[in-house]
C-alpha cells in the first residue's frame, strides 16, 4: 500500500513538472520525450515517469511513440479554432445554469481573483497568470454542476494555455483580457444572464482570433 502511495506521489508530481514545462514553454512543441532520459533526469524509476506521460497524453499535451518516447504535441490554426469554437458553446451554457446560484460574496471572491491576476500580468508572471485565469473561470462556472461538461471545458483550455500565455506575453492581449474580464464579472453581478453570456461567448472567440493572428504572422503557423 504504501509502496502504491508513493509511486503515486511520484507520478503526480512528475505530471505537474512536466506539465508546467510544456504549458511555460520551457519544453516546445515538437520536443522528445524519452523515458529513459526523463527517469535519469528526475531520478525516478520508469513507472512514475510512464504513468505521467500517459496522463499528459490523456490531456492532448503530448503524443505517444512506440520505443518509449513522446513528442510534445503541436496543433495547427485549425484545431486552435475549433477549440476555442467548442468552449465559446459550452461556457455560456454553463453560465446560464450557474449565475442564479452565486452570491454577492462570490463575486467579491470573483473580483480578488482578478485583483490579483492583475498583478500577476503586471508582474510578468505567466505562470501564476495562467492558474487564476482559470480560477476566474472556475468560480463563474462550476455552481452549474456540470462536472463532466467542466472537465471537457478544462481539457480543451489545457491544450491551448501554452499559445495564450505565448500571445498574451508578447502582445497588448493583457490589457484586452483585464478589461473584458471586469466587465463581464459586472455584467455577472447585475444579474444580465443573456448579456454575461454573450460577453463570455465573444471574449473567448476574440481571444481565439486574437491567438490564430499572432501565430500566423509570427510564428507561421498554419
Request: charge should be neutral.
Amino acid at each position: 500500500m504504501t509502496t502504491t502511495l508513493n509511486r503515486q506521489t511520484m507520478s503526480s508530481g512528475l505530471t505537474a513538472l512536466l506539465r508546467d514545462a510544456i504549458l511555460n514553454g520551457q519544453i516546445a512543441e515538437g520536443t522528445q520525450l524519452r523515458q529513459d532520459a526523463l527517469a535519469r533526469q528526475y531520478e525516478v524509476s520508469r513507472i512514475p515517469v510512464r504513468e505521467a506521460l500517459r496522463q499528459l497524453e490523456a490531456e492532448g499535451l503530448i503524443i505517444g511513440h512506440a520505443h518509449r518516447s513522446s513528442v510534445v504535441a503541436s496543433l495547427s490554426l485549425s484545431e486552435i479554432t475549433e477549440i476555442f469554437e467548442i468552449r465559446s458553446i459550452l461556457e455560456p451554457h454553463l453560465l446560464r445554469r450557474s449565475l442564479i446560484h452565486l452570491s454577492t460574496a462570490d463575486f467579491d471572491r470573483a473580483e480578488s481573483v482578478l485583483d490579483a491576476y492583475d498583478a500577476a500580468l503586471d508582474a510578468g508572471d505567466m505562470a501564476r497568470w495562467g492558474e487564476l485565469n482559470w480560477v476566474f473561470h472556475q468560480m463563474l462556472l462550476e455552481p452549474a454542476e456540470r462536472p463532466q461538461t467542466m472537465a471537457i471545458v478544462d481539457g480543451l483550455r489545457r491544450r491551448v494555455d501554452r499559445y495564450t500565455r505565448l500571445q498574451i506575453n508578447l502582445t497588448d492581449g493583457a490589457r484586452k483580457s483585464r478589461l473584458e474580464h471586469r466587465a463581464i464579472l459586472a455584467k455577472a453581478r447585475a444579474g444580465a444572464v443573456e448579456d454575461c453570456a454573450a460577453m463570455v461567448r465573444d471574449h473567448i472567440l476574440g481571444a481565439a482570433g486574437d491567438l490564430t493572428g499572432f501565430l500566423r504572422d509570427n510564428y507561421g503557423k498554419a
